[in-house]
């Protein structure tokens, strides 16, 4: 069973960065497409960024498109997502999941499509 651990969530200033890590356990990263995805309160989750299991390929969504870098490090299974202009609209609980039902240059947007979760860490953007 895959273990999926999300870290680096905290209080930031609106304007500011922090650095999502996951690390995979009980697997080999390369097997897995990684995405994240976040969920606000009183809101339905929704994606925000995801990679290939190669890295080659990513995709975001239009809501944090240039402001968010999703990358991984295979050789270390860890998932990163850097993320600069923080707005108090990304404040949510971010959570870190893989799929291995994707082919090897594909991405998923689709929470459905993804088996092992996180626990979820908290992002909170103060204005």
């Known amino acids: 069973q895959v273990l999926v651990a999300e870290s680096g969530g905290g209080l930031v200033q609106a304007g500011g960065s922090l650095r999502l890590s996951c690390a995979v356990f009980?697997?080999?990263?390369?097997?897995?497409?990684m995405g994240w995805f976040r969920q606000a309160p009183g809101k339905e989750r929704e994606f925000a960024a995801a990679?290939?299991?190669?890295?080659?390929?990513?995709e975001y969504a239009d809501s944090v498109k240039g402001r968010f870098t999703i990358s991984r490090d295979n050789a270390k299974n860890m998932v990163y997502l850097q993320m600069i202009s923080l707005n108090p609209e990304d404040t949510a609980v971010y959570y870190c999941?893989?799929?291995?039902?994707?082919?090897?240059?594909?991405?998923?947007?689709?929470?459905?499509?993804?088996?092992?979760w996180g626990q979820g860490t908290q992002v909170t953007v103060a204005s």
């Open positions: 999941a893989a799929t291995k039902r994707t082919n090897n240059v594909e991405t998923s947007n689709d929470p459905l499509r993804y088996d092992y």
């Open positions: 009980r697997g080999t990263l390369s097997s897995y497409a």
């Open positions: 990679i290939s299991r190669s890295g080659f390929i990513t």
